[in-house]
């Protein structure tokens, strides 16, 4: 369930940060389609339905605006992120989940 909310946090930051972008492009006459690279590392099923099904709620509500979302597995993600960052053109969006973290065991007071 937090993963979930976690993915939805990261999709309503995005849509609201490319309502400033939308609202800018709008005035402009025969601009090109905006397209915003989103990479994620969600390659497991019920992860990367979640992420399709947004990325077309996305797409079909934002014909102007298309998500050109890229999955690629996770090992190759880990390799790649750096590149991602400094990359030209950066991707917009990326999303990574590094793992289940133990509950610690230290309990001093």
Do not use: C
Request: charged share 20%.
């Amino acid at each position: 369930m937090t993963k979930r909310l976690l993915r939805i946090a990261i999709f309503l930051s995005l849509a609201i940060a490319m309502i400033g972008v939308g609202t800018r492009t709008q005035a402009v006459v025969a601009q090109a389609p905006k397209v915003i690279l989103y990479n994620s590392n969600a390659s497991d099923p019920a992860p990367r339905k979640f992420d399709d099904e947004i990325v077309k709620m996305w797409n079909d509500a934002h014909p102007d605006m298309q998500i050109q979302h890229s999955v690629i597995n996770h090992e190759d993600f880990k390799q790649a992120i750096r590149a991602y960052v400094v990359a030209e053109p950066a991707p917009d969006v990326l999303t990574w989940f590094g793992g289940e973290r133990p509950a610690s065991s230290s309990t001093t007071a």
